[in-house]
């Protein structure tokens, strides 16, 4: 894992006293309200529904079992015992005092953690695919660009005043686990016909409320021109994006205007002389940061203990079949935690199960973790011998549930129950559905079928990309539904299509039920996902489950009149 | 009144004559020396012709927000320009470091700012180039 460099604890602990003192000279009045805002969303921190909101960086969601064990300090000394991991590889506390804000940065710097630009209309946390580094399917690790990234964009002088805030996602597979085609810039490494390194560059991706799939700008960018043409594209945004409607500032939007092959060329234009300004130094950091993600020192063992429990205990055979990851190293795996007790907060951990997964990941995991956008903790490398005592470890603080990639393994956003923008609940409906699909025990049948929850039309929930998306709205003061289906984040992204008029809470449920249902008895088999069963027969048997008698829900209600 | 801020810390506008106002400009016959207020909107490569020409650029700042100008005027010195490059307009304090590293020299704002944010809360001197990571990743840009 990277390590922070004298130059990164500098400036993460100048960061803080600065930081320290913005606070001062907002309440001394030398900063307006309206002054302070950007400064303290560039620190992560919020004004939530209830009160302020700390978004801390998990950077490209890579963890020691250290930050881990200080992420769980935090949240007992000046939260509630608890975090929520969020879609961005974030952590989020829902109950800080602004006055304790600046002490717990100092912890976090003293574990090489901040909140640097979790927030405000700059480049964000730069995030990756989960299962870096471990993945059986990976081409290159794409941690270190992301960490070159992070360095570049940290307190860059030029864009932290964008029109709008910008996301830039990596991934180094050809599965495709980082969401990148959602995202304002996705980057895929890849090599070229003659063996280089170099990146698949698509800008213009994400959702919100005019969600849009990502354009390729440039096939193959060498691994050398990577900060010149991002800056490129950034500085073509920072000049052309619109400051006039915040709803229409997002890239995305400047790259619709104005077509994809316009951008492209000013993009080329200013990448010529954006090139010059990078005269290796880039490079050189490059290959120290390379050198810092070092494959983990191996165990050489035999793999007897994991066949004789899979053989003996049904339910670490479930856990087995959906939290299991293939490793690149065969005698290993990868570990998904899930977050998605059936019925509890998806994403939430408390400070006892963060403490309990550090134990874990020390003890069992070569002192590495992830968090995925998924809303998981992951363990990226544990030996098969040892996979049975981790699920035990696991059940013990109800952290075994086996439901990854499962009806359950639900993202939902914060919603009204947190969040001042949301027009709708989504952790209830999260929890309903979950608790609902259990009690069926169906999900294991159903196998792959992703439900993704946003509860306003801002879509955290990133409800367009999922197999089946939920949009929460507020309709004349009651929250009604709607539904999309067909959604994919992956390599195959393609955004979900509505299903027809929203439906209220109660409606929600059963509705989903039948859909589910419809899908088991419409598949070729059991080969054959919900997506490809959608992507096969259409929306039509769907739309029948969802709203049957051919009755629009509003309809039907006045008929029961 | 404005007040103009560099890294020797707070004065008045040493700049005697007028600054004329782009859309006044005819770029086929320009007086050496003049100076200009450019519209942050405006495309860098519109200058280009007569950068050698202008000793003073002012680039408006309408809100802390807008950034435009930081692009701007870092586009103004990679195109070429090495007369005075002036940010106008709301300016914060913690702003002013970045300003510097984008190729500003100065920042010009109001009383008022002035009077809130005074010069100790500005990283004047060397202070703004202290921890830079763009200053790790590349060569100096000026």
């Known amino acids: 894992m990277y390590r922070y460099s004298e130059f990164d604890k500098d400036f993460v602990n100048h960061r803080v006293r600065q930081f320290r003192q913005q606070v001062e000279r907002r309440i001394d009045g030398s900063l307006t309200e309206d002054e302070f805002k950007p400064l303290r969303l560039m620190n992560g921190l919020y004004l939530q529904l209830h009160a302020y909101m700390l978004r801390v960086a998990i950077p490209y969601g890579t963890l020691s079992s250290r930050q881990m064990r200080q992420l769980a300090w935090i949240a007992d000394r000046w939260d509630k015992g608890y975090g929520h991991f969020t879609t961005r590889q974030n952590i989020q506390y829902n109950w800080p005092k602004l006055r304790d804000v600046p002490d717990i940065l100092d912890a976090l710097a003293d574990v090489e953690m901040h909140a640097i630009q979790t927030s405000g209309n700059c480049v964000r946390n730069i995030t990756a695919d989960h299962f870096a580094g471990a993945a059986a399917d990976e081409i290159l690790d794409p941690r270190p660009t992301a960490e070159l990234l992070r360095q570049w964009s940290t307190d860059h002088p030029e864009f932290a005043y964008l029109p709008r805030k910008f996301k830039i996602a990596i991934t180094g597979s050809p599965a495709d686990r980082a969401v990148t085609k959602a995202h304002d810039i996705g980057l895929r490494l890849l090599r070229n016909e003659v063996g280089e390194i170099g990146y698949e560059v698509v800008v213009g991706g994400g959702l919100g409320r005019t969600p849009m799939i990502g354009k390729v700008i440039r096939e193959f960018l060498p691994e050398q021109d990577l900060l010149p043409y991002v800056e490129s594209i950034l500085q073509v945004y920072n000049a052309l994006g619109r400051r006039d409607n915040k709803y229409k500032a997002r890239v995305k939007i400047t790259v619709h205007e104005h077509g994809i092959d316009t951008i492209r060329n000013l993009v080329e234009e200013r990448f010529k002389v954006q090139r010059k300004q990078f005269g290796g130094a880039d490079q050189q950091m490059l290959c120290e940061i390379k050198a810092a993600f070092t494959e983990p020192n191996y165990i050489n063992a035999s793999t007897e203990a994991f066949n004789l429990t899979l053989s003996s ?249 | ?70 692009t701007l005027a870092r586009r103004l010195r990679l195109l070429g320009y090495k007369g005075r490059l002036r940010a106008f307009g709301h300016i914060l304090a913690d702003q002013y470091a970045k300003a510097r590293r984008c190729g500003f020299d100065e920042v010009e704002i109001h009383d008022e700012l002035a009077k809130r944010q005074p010069e100790s809360q500005w990283s004047l001197g060397d202070d703004w180039r202290r921890l830079d990571y763009q200053e790790r990743l590349r060569h100096q840009w000026c």
């Open chain 1, 313 to 561: 205990d049904l339910t670490f055979r479930a856990f087995v079949e959906t939290n299991l990851h293939p490793h690149k190293n065969p005698d290993y795996s990868i570990v998904t935690i899930s977050l998605k007790a059936h019925g509890e907060t998806p994403g939430d951990a408390t400070s006892q199960q963060m403490r309990v997964v550090a134990n874990l990941a020390e003890q069992f995991g070569h002192d590495e973790l992830r968090v995925s956008h998924e809303q998981n903790l992951i363990l990226p490398h544990v030996h098969k011998k040892d996979i049975p005592e981790v699920y035990f470890a696991l059940r013990k603080v109800g952290l075994a549930t086996a439901n990854v990639g499962l009806v359950s393994d639900i993202i939902a956003c914060p919603g009204m129950d947190y969040c001042s923008l949301a027009t709708a609940r989504s952790i209830p409906i999260a929890q309903q559905i979950a608790t609902r699909m259990d009690e069926l025990k169906l999900e294991h049948d159903i196998g792959p079928l992703k439900i993704k929850i946003s509860g306003c039309i801002n879509a955290c929930g990133h409800h367009h990309v999922g197999h089946i998306g939920i949009l929460g709205l507020d309709r004349a003061g009651v929250e009604n539904y709607q539904i999309t289906i067909g959604g994919d984040g992956t390599e195959t992204a393609r955004l979900g299509d509505r299903a027809g008029p929203g439906l209220s809470v109660d409606e929600l449920i059963p509705a989903l039920e039948r859909v589910v249902d419809t899908y088991l008895q419409i598949r070729k088999d059991k080969s054959e996902t919900f997506l490809e069963t959608y992507l096969r027969i259409g929306m039509e048997p769907f739309k029948e489950a969802l709203y049957p008698e051919g009755n629009r829900p509003t309809r039907r209600r006045h008929a029961a009149l």
């Open chain 2, 1 to 70: 009144m404005t007040t103009i801020v560099n890294d020797n810390g707070f004065s008045l506008d040493d700049w005697g004559p007028e600054i004329l106002d782009w859309s006044s400009v005819d770029t086929s016959a320009i007086d050496p020396g003049v100076a200009i207020d450019v519209p942050n909107t405006l495309e860098s490569e519109d200058l280009a012709s007569i950068l050698d020409q202008v000793a003073l650029i002012r680039i408006p700042f309408p809100t802390h927000v807008d950034g435009r100008g930081f």
